[in-house]
């Protein structure tokens, strides 16, 4: 084997790429880099972040790792300008260098305020700033909500200012608002404070409305109320919000999505709640005013009822000329009574001089009564003749059919035992015991060995119209 001609020293691929990233790493340990977000597709499957950073002249590749993704999410936007925090590295695998950020803001306001302008139309669109979503701040609330930092100053001014004005009850629900998760504990606040139980007689009553409240700051400090989940939460609030975050030319998505813009924390404290002073000075006016108004209404009601009367007639007046119909009347009233009754009785008596005699008038009728009542008679004495008539055939001829006709002629009539009528002898023979018939009663009998009769006692009871004949007939053969 041939000797090399050089004394360079020779490295695997692996470990010239060890070195170069050693190399980078120390070089560039901790470094700032400004440039465009490029390439922005979200988080991928692992939870990293991987997208690259440009300029006007170069690109370099850029990750976050899944811890800090969470924390830097909110400043990841396709072509906005950053700058990044981090370190510098290599990535041996396709020989590329790539920046490893820790900490990621953006490149200055004008990249704010374009990404503010740019979500402002987005949730415009969705219609969260419409007026008609606007609700009226209550005149005169019981209870007021507030959400921001309790160790801060807000807080005390807006207390101290509500004690001036008109001493209420006050929710503070503490939040911060400022930093790594402000935002989530501000909407956390609203939708916590729209969540109490309504009515006075709760321990913690649901606030009649509710001040979002934070000193002024700088449009990064200012950031955790332009992120969509504060704006979405004010926006759904049922209890009217007023957002005072900043000074008066301080300017935040709350604020458009809220029902009332306070320039400042004690401006809503103002907004919130009437001075009582004012307002017991207001009711005392309107009161004096009312009653001014009452006594000038009285008096010209009495002005006007004098007047009235002056011109009224008195009461004797008024009454005269009735009073002397009264007794005008009063006067004619009894002739002319006496008139009518004699009037009365005149005709009376023509009447009845007019009329025919009771007796005339009578006879006539008492005459057709008495003729029809002895036709009534004499027609009911012929009907019950006839019936009578008629009962006599029909029971004679009952007696000339009946079979006791045939019995009195000499004839009898014989029965089994059972009530069977016995017409011949075969059906005697058969028969155990006999009733025999005759005209005057009935009695029993019955065959014996040699066809001769014996008595029987009868089964029947005898006739009512035979139990007086001499009590009862002895036996046939007697």
Same mark, same amino acid.
């Given at each position: 084997?041939?000797?090399?001609?050089?004394?360079?020293?020779?490295?695997?691929?692996?470990?010239?790429?060890?070195?170069?990233?050693?190399?980078?790493?120390?070089?560039?340990?901790?470094?700032?880099?400004?440039?465009?977000?490029?390439?922005?597709?979200?988080?991928?499957?692992?939870?990293?972040?991987?997208?690259?950073?440009?300029?006007?002249?170069?690109?370099?590749?850029?990750?976050?790792?899944?811890?800090n993704f969470k924390r830097l999410e909110k400043w990841l936007d396709e072509g906005l300008e950053v700058v990044a925090t981090g370190k510098v590295t290599t990535y041996p695998a396709r020989s590329g260098y790539q920046i490893v950020i820790d900490d990621l803001e953006p490149a200055g306001v004008g990249a704010?305020?374009?990404?503010?302008?740019?979500?402002?139309?987005?949730?415009?669109?969705?219609?969260?700033?419409?007026?008609?979503?606007?609700?009226?701040?209550?005149?005169?609330?019981?209870?007021?909500? @507030? @959400?921001?930092?309790?160790?801060?100053?807000?807080?005390?001014?807006?207390?101290?200012?509500?004690?001036?004005?008109?001493?209420?009850?006050?929710?503070?629900?503490?939040?911060?608002?400022?930093?790594?998760?402000?935002?989530?504990?501000?909407?956390?606040?609203?939708?916590?404070?729209?969540?109490?139980?309504?009515?006075?007689?709760?321990?913690?009553?649901?606030?009649?409305?509710?001040?979002?409240?934070?000193?002024?700051?700088?449009?990064?400090?200012?950031?955790?109320?332009?992120?969509?989940?504060?704006?979405?939460?004010?926006?759904?609030?049922?209890?009217?919000?007023?957002?005072?975050?900043?000074?008066?030319?301080?300017?935040?998505?709350? #604020?458009?999505?809220?029902?009332?813009?306070?320039?400042?924390?004690?401006?809503?404290?103002?907004?919130?709640?009437?001075?009582?002073?004012?307002?017991?000075?207001?009711?005392?006016?309107?009161?004096?005013?009312?009653r001014r108004r009452l006594s000038r209404a009285l008096e010209e009601k009495r002005t006007a009822l004098r007047a009235a009367a002056r011109g009224v007639p008195r009461l004797e007046d008024l009454l005269a000329v009735p009073r002397q119909r009264l007794d005008t009347a009063t006067t004619r009233l009894a002739p002319a009574l006496h008139r009518s009754l004699r009037e009365r009785e005149r005709t009376l008596t023509a009447l009845h001089r007019a009329m025919p005699r009771l007796d005339r008038i009578t006879e006539l009728p008492r005459?057709?009564?008495?003729?029809?009542?002895?036709?009534?008679?004499?027609?009911?004495?012929?009907?019950?003749?006839?019936?009578?008539?008629?009962?006599?055939?029909?029971?004679?001829?009952?007696?000339?059919?009946?079979?006791?006709?045939?019995?009195?002629?000499?004839?009898?009539?014989?029965?089994?035992?059972?009530?069977?009528?016995?017409?011949?002898?075969?059906?005697?023979?058969?028969?155990?015991?006999?009733?025999?018939?005759?005209?005057?009663?009935? @009695?029993?009998?019955?065959?014996?060995?040699? #066809?001769?009769?014996?008595?029987?006692?009868?089964?029947?009871?005898?006739?009512?119209?035979?139990?007086?004949?001499?009590?009862?007939?002895?036996?046939?053969? #007697?």
């Open positions: 084997m041939a000797e090399p001609l050089s004394n360079l020293p020779e490295f695997s691929v692996s470990e010239i790429s060890q070195v170069i990233k050693r190399t980078m790493e120390e070089t560039f340990p901790r470094v700032r880099l400004r440039g465009e977000i490029s390439g922005y597709r979200g988080p991928h499957a692992s939870g990293h972040c991987y997208f690259g950073l440009k300029d006007e002249n170069a690109k370099i590749d850029a990750i976050i790792w899944r811890g704010l305020l374009a990404q503010l302008e740019e979500r402002r139309k987005k949730l415009a669109a969705e219609g969260l700033f419409d007026d008609d979503r606007k609700q009226a701040i209550p005149f005169l609330p019981r209870t007021i909500g @507030v @959400v921001t930092s309790p160790t801060g100053a807000v807080i005390r001014d807006i207390l101290h200012r509500m004690a001036d004005r008109f001493p209420v009850r006050v929710l503070v629900w503490p939040a911060r608002v400022q930093g790594e998760g402000a935002a989530e504990e501000v909407a956390q606040a609203i939708a916590g404070l729209n969540a109490l139980p309504a009515g006075d007689g709760n321990a913690l009553p649901r606030p009649d409305v509710i001040i979002v409240a934070r000193g002024g700051g700088s449009l990064e400090d200012l950031w955790a109320f332009n992120e969509e989940v504060v704006v979405r939460a004010a926006a759904a609030s049922a209890v009217p919000l007023i957002s005072a975050v900043g000074h008066e030319t301080d300017t935040t998505l709350i #604020d458009f999505a809220s029902d009332r813009r306070a320039p400042t924390p004690t401006a809503a404290a103002e907004m919130a709640l009437p001075v009582r002073a004012e307002l017991l000075a207001t009711v005392e006016e309107l009161g004096a005013r009312g005459r057709r009564l008495e003729e029809l009542r002895g036709r009534l008679a004499r027609a009911a004495r012929a009907d019950a003749q006839r019936r009578a008539d008629r009962l006599e055939r029909s029971r004679r001829l009952l007696a000339t059919l009946g079979h006791r006709a045939t019995l009195a002629r000499g004839f009898a009539l014989v029965r089994d035992a059972d009530g069977g009528l016995i017409s011949n002898v075969k059906a005697a023979r058969r028969a155990v015991a006999f009733d025999i018939e005759f005209a005057d009663g009935r @009695v029993g009998a019955s065959l014996t060995d040699g #066809d001769a009769p014996a008595t029987i006692k009868p089964k029947r009871k005898p006739r009512s119209d035979d139990t007086g004949r001499g009590g009862g007939q002895g036996s046939l053969f #007697d």
